[in-house]
Nanobody, 119 residues
């Protein structure tokens, strides 16, 4: 059974920083794409950032230049460094991973971690 466990959320003032971490565990052959999505109250879940196994990254325009996604393939872990946080970044942040289980790829999600940015 595969699990994604997130940590690092919390309450921070505008302009501050937080670092999210998501570790995948279980019977994993390899992990393709990993990423972070977020969902604010009353809004749809949206892409924040994704990273391929080779390190190619993509960011939403709203976080470009402020957030940095990275991963440690040896540890099956993805990180999201969030700087210059704004109140509009407040949301539940979800980790995502496309995981190979043998020859089959399956999508997995973390349980979510709350990020609250006060003005």
């Amino acid at each position: 059974q595969v699990q994604l466990v997130e940590s690092g959320g919390g309450l921070v003032q505008a302009g501050g920083s937080l670092r999210l971490l998501c570790a995948a565990s279980g019977s994993i052959s390899s992990i393709n794409g990993m990423g972070w999505y977020r969902q604010a109250p009353g809004k749809q879940r949206e892409l924040v950032a994704v990273i391929t196994s080779g390190g190619i990254t993509n960011y939403s325009d709203s976080v470009k230049g402020r957030f940095t996604i990275s991963r440690d393939n040896a540890k099956n872990t993805v990180y999201l460094q969030m700087n210059t946080l704004k109140p509009e970044d407040t949301a539940v942040y979800y980790c995502y991973a496309a995981i190979m289980l043998g020859y089959v790829e399956a999508d997995y999600w973390g349980q979510g971690t709350q990020v609250t940015v006060s003005s």
